[in-house]
């Protein structure tokens, strides 16, 4: 089955614990992504990564890290959690759609973290 | 300039009744619009989407008519059932194969038997 999964799907730290939420696709897609989803604001992007060795700022990345090591993994690395982390994370893989050469995300079930 | 504006935030229909969700945007760099569901628990789920030489694209139910001079989007949901009840996000896409996309804040529709 085609699919984003990650891990863990709920996590309860403390401040300054450092944590990696992973994120893998079996679809072979080139480009993945990483979201948080917060009340009232919707999803924003942390990172995104067009290919292997390929990463880059979205638009929230402050306090986050990435790697793209392998073309089916994209782990979320927070090495000083705060409180303000506290929040829904969604991984997303992305197939392109014809001779556009668009893509259109798949999401992940999603990663509820929060930061005592 | 990267923002996607949505409205409304929430929104109520009866059973068969036409649900409208309406976003805009004011970047010209954009230039491919999916629309999004998500139910509770899940993450959301690419619904239909639209390119803005296209002045609409059904699929099923679900219709989007776009706008390009006004810069606005919306997605009508026909004949609305209760399963149809999730939170709709409208996107947009960045040309130039970016890939980055950006979000509105989200409709939370209730349609009600």
């Known amino acids: 089955e085609a699919q984003v999964t990650q891990n863990p799907r709920y996590l309860i730290t403390v401040t300054g614990k450092k944590l990696t939420v992973t994120c893998s696709q079996n679809?072979?897609?080139?480009?993945m992504s990483w979201y948080r989803q917060d009340p009232g604001l919707g999803l924003r992007q942390i990172y995104y990564?067009?290919?292997?060795?390929?990463?880059d700022k979205g638009d929230v990345p402050e306090g986050y890290k990435v790697s793209r090591k392998e073309k089916r993994n994209f782990p979320l690395i927070l090495e000083s959690p705060s409180p303000n982390q506290t929040s829904l994370y969604f991984c997303a893989s992305s197939v392109w759609i014809g001779v556009s050469g668009r893509g259109l995300q798949f999401f992940g079930p999603g990663t509820r973290l929060t930061v005592l | 300039q990267q923002q996607v504006k949505q409205s409304p935030q929430s929104l109520i229909v009866q059973k068969g009744g036409i649900s409208i969700i309406n976003c805009a945007y004011e970047n010209t760099a954009f230039d491919y619009f999916p629309w999004y569901q998500q139910f509770p628990g899940k993450g959301p789920a690419l619904l239909i989407a639209?390119?803005?030489?296209?002045s609409e694209k059904k699929e099923g139910r679900f219709t989007i008519s776009f706008n390009k001079s006004a810069k606005q989007f919306s997605l009508h949901i026909m004949d609305s059932q209760p399963g149809d009840s999730a939170t709709y996000f409208c996107a947009a896409l960045f040309q130039g194969g970016s890939e980055k996309l950006v979000f509105g804040k989200g409709t939370k529709l209730t349609v009600n038997p």
């Open positions: 990564s067009m290919n292997v060795e390929v990463t």
């Open positions: 679809m072979n897609h080139e480009y």
């Open positions: 639209i390119r803005p030489d296209v």
